[in-house]
């Protein structure tokens, strides 16, 4: 999917009914006026009949409607937006995480370092709509899962999309849809929101989060598990938990997995906050990733292929807060996995704000740097030096000096950060991976790494293992979780 895709290639896809590519390009009928994902069950139309669009938008601004068979935008979002770093697609995941309805296109535009005029140029000629028109296919999307999903009133749905009003909400759902709110409302399953009587949490509901198989959550779970700071997240071999502060105020949210898709449950303080607890579970899951393309890559290699077999659909789990990502790299670094988790836990209650949620044993958030920056010297541990930095850097963090976010230029953030004292290579493309979901990194100077890349009978030494690392470029990044599950058990310096 690193390479763009001709006609003919789309439409074997389409002819096909590949799922693979749902979410990655959408076509659309010109003898109908509607569009579809790839996988649509219906009759595949002749090719002088059909035009592929790279976005739901795109074809919306065209003059087409979303198939109500196929529902094309019911799917997981393209693999494209983590896979590129251009200004397209760091728009994109700012545009997910609601961006626009909270700070316009002026906004969006002056955190990539455009003029307005300029990004709307850039998105139209490379996605086919504007910011303005990619932020309403978001904000319908949204609309009708909530739609269908929850009980919560039309009016509060508009709302919590990110629409301005009813009317702008009544317009676009039967303009996108070729339905009402309620029709589209007839069609709802089960309802499952609960709004709540008192406390910081006043909204709860569950959602459907669709994610491309196979999907390897035993590992995910594993992973997020083996590092929850208690109190803040609770793992489980299913499921993981935990408390986040969002826009609108504190959150918790426990995500499951039922075999087929992925299970939301969300206490909010705000209705508004969903779009961005969205996006932000499933950059944490990576639940856009295209497993069988990187698979099918990394199988190709001999000395992987067992690995592959025995785990497919491995993910690059991320972070929901790219602050605390760099804190606790930084805490983890050159100590175990178990030390990092209590030093985060004792971070945590010592400098960690208390909040009420519905979830058993979550009741604190994780502080916020300029937390850090005040009371982490009551709990830090550990060599004078390290603290100093650690100290130093949230209070940049809590002052705007630095920044980090998931739509951040690669190259920039990497520069940016080894600018800070403390922080070296490894932190820097760690941060990446998680962060960004980079996924053509391989951090050669990780002992655990390249503990596990001996396992696997590939070299051990930082030199010739990045030199070996050019043959799974670009999926690098996931080429290392492999060799991390080879180490065993992983040791220092790994996957803190």
């Known amino acids: 999917m690193l390479n763009p895709m001709?006609?003919?290639?789309?439409?074997?896809?389409?002819?096909?009914r590949d799922s693979r590519f749902d979410g990655v390009f959408v076509l659309a009928v010109r003898t109908t006026g509607i569009y579809c994902r790839p996988s649509c069950p219906a009759r595949t139309p002749k090719p002088g009949n059909i035009e592929f669009f790279p976005t739901g938008a795109a074809a919306h601004e065209s003059g087409y409607r979303a198939c109500k068979r196929c529902l094309p935008d019911a799917v997981p979002g393209s693999p494209e937006w983590n896979l590129r770093s251009d200004a397209a697609a760091r728009a994109m995941r700012l545009i997910a995480d609601g961006v626009v309805e909270r700070e316009g296109v002026t906004g969006l535009s002056a955190r990539l370092g455009y003029t307005t005029r300029h990004l709307n140029r850039l998105l139209?000629?490379?996605l086919g709509a504007g910011p303005l028109a990619l932020a309403r296919a978001h904000r319908a999307q949204t609309a009708r899962e909530l739609l269908v999903a929850t009980d919560l009133p039309v009016s509060d749905i508009a709302f919590a999309a990110g629409f301005g009003s009813i009317r702008q909400f009544n317009d676009t759902i039967a303009e996108v849809y070729d339905r009402t709110p309620s029709q589209l409302r007839s069609t709802r399953r089960t309802a499952r929101t609960h709004p709540a009587t008192d406390g910081p949490t006043p909204v709860r509901l569950q959602l459907a989060l669709p994610v491309r198989a196979p999907f390897d959550a035993a590992g995910v779970f594993a992973w997020l598990g083996a590092r929850a700071v208690p109190g803040v997240e609770v793992g489980g071999?299913?499921?993981h938990a935990r408390t986040l502060l969002l826009p609108g105020g504190p959150a918790a949210f426990e995500v499951a997995w039922d075999g087929e898709r992925l299970r939301l449950t969300a206490a909010l303080t705000s209705l508004e906050d969903l779009t961005p607890l969205v996006a932000r579970v499933r950059r944490l899951l990576d639940a856009d990733a295209d497993p069988v393309?990187?698979?099918?890559?990394?199988a190709a290699v001999p000395e992987l292929a067992p690995s592959v077999r025995a785990v497919p659909g491995i993910r690059l789990t991320g972070t929901v807060d790219p602050h605390e990502m760099l804190v606790r790299a930084l805490i983890g670094q050159q100590i175990s996995v178990a030390a990092a988790r209590t030093h985060l836990r004792r971070l945590a209650e010592a400098c960690g704000s208390p909040v009420d949620t519905p979830v058993d044993g979550l009741?604190?958030?994780?502080?916020?740097?300029?937390?850090?920056?005040?009371h982490g010297h009551e709990?830090?541990?550990?060599?004078?030096?390290?603290?100093?930095?650690?100290?130093a850097i949230a209070a940049r963090l809590a002052g705007g000096e630095l920044d980090l976010s998931p739509a951040d230029e690669p190259r920039a953030q990497h520069d940016r950060l080894l600018a800070e004292p403390g922080i070296g290579e490894w932190t820097a493309n760690y941060v990446a991976m998680r962060v960004l979901g980079h996924p053509d990194i391989l951090p050669t100077g990780d002992v655990a790494l390249r503990k596990g890349a001996i396992a696997l009978?590939?070299?051990g030494s930082p030199r010739e293992l990045a030199a070996w690392g050019t043959r799974v470029s670009p999926w690098r990044s996931y080429a290392g979780l492999h060799l991390w599950r080879a180490a065993t058990p992983p040791t220092r310096n790994g996957e803190a």
């Not at 001709?6 to 096909?16: G, K, L």
């Not at 393309?293 to 990394?298: K, R």
């Not at 009741?363 to 005040?374: C, D, G, M, S, V």
């Open 6 to 16: 001709d006609f003919e290639q789309r439409y074997r896809a389409v002819a096909t």
């Open 237 to 239: 071999t299913d499921r």
């Open 124 to 126: 139209t000629a490379e």
């Open 379 to 391: 709990a830090l541990a550990g060599p004078a030096a390290r603290t100093r930095s650690i100290l």
């Open 293 to 298: 393309g990187i698979d099918e890559a990394l």
């Open 457 to 459: 009978g590939l070299p």
């Open 363 to 374: 009741n604190r958030l994780f502080p916020t740097p300029a937390q850090i920056a005040e």
